[in-house]
C-alpha cells in the first residue's frame, strides 16, 4: 500500500553542473588573484560557490556562481575580513 518514497535521486536543484575547479577558473577570470577559499552553499534554493579572492592590492572579493550553469551572480568586495 504504502511506496518506498526514498528511492529517488536528489532533485536537480542538487545535481551540480559545473565542478569546483570550473567555479574557479570562472572567478579568476573576473578577479584575478589568489584563491583563499572556497565554498558551496544553498542561496534561496538554489547552489552556488562562493570563491573568496584576494587581489595583488590586498583587496578581498567575493564572486558567487552558479553551480548549475557557471554564471556570475555577484562580485562583491569584502570590507570585513572575517
Known amino acids: 500500500m504504502y511506496g518506498n518514497y526514498y528511492y529517488h535521486t536528489p532533485s ?3 545535481r551540480q553542473r559545473i565542478t569546483k575547479e570550473q567555479a ?3 572567478a579568476l ?3 584575478p588573484g589568489t584563491i ?3 565554498d558551496m552553499d544553498l542561496e ?3 547552489l552556488v560557490y562562493e570563491v573568496f ?3 595583488e592590492d590586498n583587496r578581498l572579493f567575493e564572486v558567487e556562481i552558479l553551480a548549475r550553469s557557471g554564471r556570475i551572480l ?3 568586495e569584502e570590507i570585513d575580513f572575517d
Open 53 to 55: 579572492i584576494l587581489t
Open 74 to 76: 555577484k562580485v562583491e
Open 12 to 14: 536537480s536543484m542538487y
Open 36 to 38: 583563499l577559499h572556497v
Open 44 to 46: 534561496n534554493g538554489v
Open 29 to 31: 577570470n573576473r578577479v
Open 24 to 26: 574557479q577558473e570562472i
